[in-house]
């Protein structure tokens, strides 16, 4: 089946209780059972019905055997990290999502974990030694926020030649645009906040797999930690994957567009984004990704300029997180990634970034227009 019929059908088959068509929210703790050791469900920590069908169509988007559903992204990072030892090393594109860097840098550093952080183009040009020892390599692509991009096949061959193993972001993406598992990734995960739900309604992750081992490991370290979503965002995670490929091809065309308009414009320094036939990435994109996204960044002349641009917008809501209907702005330096002003990759002042919604496309660049007018 094609992506759009699985999303709305894959471990969604009408509830046999009364046929419904939607999968019911199964809010419940703890279940009867038939006779000691003789159940279905136990307990709703260890499994859920609602749940394990959203981890069932994701997995199936994946093109993954597993699916393994969290409370957050950060708590499917979290998940995923408990798959080292204390001491292990991990290498890392340098320019991840903020709450990454900060789970790495202050929880996982002081245990003593080691972390060596590389550019995608030090990726994309092969690690060499800088693999030696790793036991896990730990990719974003594109990256959040300057939206750099990893050549994911010839990672994944670099990693497992040394031994790693490969989990991949691919909250930017989305299983609609590139599915990391094809090109040799281990494990994927997502913040399901994002693209995934869609409409800014829910707070959940997800790690995806078709290693038996290490989803064995995964669903074990899910039950024993506890970081599970709760039925209902569970079911709202389910509802957004039944739009997903309508919203992905909507966020594309705008962002397109949003990129047009922003290049032509004298206050705009630079535009970043992997669909630009001069992005350094582009090749890679095209070769990877079936579209390139709804996240875009651009630089404007000073910090200041870019802090009141985004105080100007209209329709562009000035707040963090993304991949919404709706069109969000931010100042990455001073919000998404305001952890990382002490790492050696903090990115710059001048930075904006966009996650293009599924509005009028007309109306986002006329806001942007008068926005950037006084800049």
Not at 309 to 334: C, K, M
Request: proline share 5%; aromatic share 8%.
């Amino acid at each position: 089946m094609d992506f759009e019929t699985r999303a709305i059908h894959a471990g969604q088959e009408p509830d046999p209780h009364s046929g419904a068509v939607t999968t019911p929210i199964y809010a419940t703790s703890t279940y009867a059972q038939k006779a000691v050791g003789e159940f279905r469900y136990d307990y709703s920590r260890t499994a859920n019905p609602t749940r394990e069908a959203f981890e069932a169509c994701l997995a199936s988007l994946e093109g993954a055997e597993h699916g393994i559903a969290f409370g957050s992204g950060m708590a499917a990072t979290t998940t995923v990290m408990h798959l080292l030892d204390a001491g292990a090393h991990v290498v890392a594109v340098n320019d991840v999502y903020g709450g990454t860097y900060r789970l790495f840098s202050k929880v996982y550093e002081p245990k003593g974990y080691r972390f060596t952080y590389v550019t995608a183009e030090e990726v994309n040009a092969g690690l060499g030694s800088r693999l030696d020892g790793a036991a896990m390599l730990w990719l974003e692509t594109p990256t959040n926020p300057l939206l750099n991009v990893v050549d994911l096949r010839a990672a994944s061959e670099a990693a497992h030649a040394a031994g790693a193993i490969v989990v991949v972001d691919n909250t930017f993406a989305s299983p609609y645009l590139q599915r990391p598992l094809e090109h040799g990734a281990d494990i994927v995960v997502h913040s399901t906040t994002k693209y995934l739900g869609g409409h800014s309604d829910l707070v959940g992750g997800v790690a995806a797999t078709s290693s038996p081992e290490l989803a064995e490991r995964l669903q074990f370290l899910q039950n024993s930690l506890g970081a599970i979503p709760g039925p209902f965002d569970a079911w709202l995670a389910l509802r957004g994957l039944k739009t997903l490929a309508v919203r992905m091809r909507a966020h594309c065309g705008n962002a397109a567009q949003v990129v047009e308009f922003l290049q032509g414009h004298p206050a705009v320094e630079q535009v970043l984004y992997p669909g630009l036939a001069d992005h350094p990435g582009h090749q890679i994109a095209a070769r990877q990704m079936d579209g390139f996204g709804g996240m875009v960044s651009f630089l404007v002349r000073s910090e200041a300029e870019a802090l009141a641009l985004v105080a100007r917008t209209r329709i562009w809501t000035l707040a963090e997180s993304l991949g919404g209907v709706e069109s969000l702005i931010e100042h990455p330096g001073q919000m998404t990634h305001a952890s990382t002003a002490d790492s050696p990759f903090a990115v710059p002042a001048t930075l904006v970034r966009l996650s293009v919604g599924i509005e009028a496309a007309a109306d986002l660049v006329a806001d942007l227009d008068q926005a950037l007018e006084d800049t």
